[in-house]
């Protein structure tokens, strides 16, 4: 597979016309972004048609993904955009080569269906993260309880670029 980086990302984005943008803050030493996907509806409108959160810190499993949403009249192809997207900024902008992530506990089918879909994207379960005193850390970090899930930035990348690229 051809390595493609963020620059190229927003290209082939803007090519399909769709607008890639990522704001990144440096407080702390830490990076803090958001990744956002929208469509150019007119002139001076743009239609948000997803998004993604998160931080990173200066280790090689030191990315957090906190929010991802993809809007209900999105394209399929926008949540595949989005990881490419922020695969390619944490492996190009900072030291870190594993995302981690938590899939909230809402309601049993919700959880299920978060977890199938984390795992599609190349992310394992490592612990259930519950009402344990060892917990409270995680916790307070992710604001729930819910499976604590880790995956290579780059087997994320590859699985979400070349989805986002099929039938392009």
């Not at 519950?130 to 309880?145: E, Y």
Request: glycine content about 8%; hydrophobic content about 40%; some cysteine.
């Amino acid at each position: 597979m051809t390595k493609c980086n963020l620059t190229q990302l927003e290209r082939e984005a803007s090519d399909r016309g769709l607008l890639l943008r990522i704001q990144v803050r440096r407080p702390l030493n830490i990076w803090s972004f958001k990744l956002v996907v929208g469509e150019i509806t007119s002139n001076t409108k743009i239609q948000l048609l997803g998004e993604m959160k998160g931080w990173a810190y200066q280790n090689t499993k030191g990315l957090q993904l906190d929010t991802m949403k993809v809007g209900k009249n999105a394209n399929s192809k926008v949540g595949d955009l989005i990881w490419a997207a922020t695969m390619a900024w944490g492996l190009e902008e900072t030291p870190c080569r594993i995302a981690r992530l938590l899939a909230i506990y809402d309601e049993n089918n919700q959880h299920e269906i978060l977890q199938r879909y984390f795992r599609r994207r190349g992310f394992n379960t490592v612990r259930k993260v519950g009402s344990s005193p060892l917990d409270l850390p995680l916790r307070l970090v992710w604001g729930g309880a819910g499976a604590f899930m880790v995956g290579s930035c780059e087997k994320v990348f590859e699985r979400s670029y070349r989805s986002w690229s099929e039938n392009s």
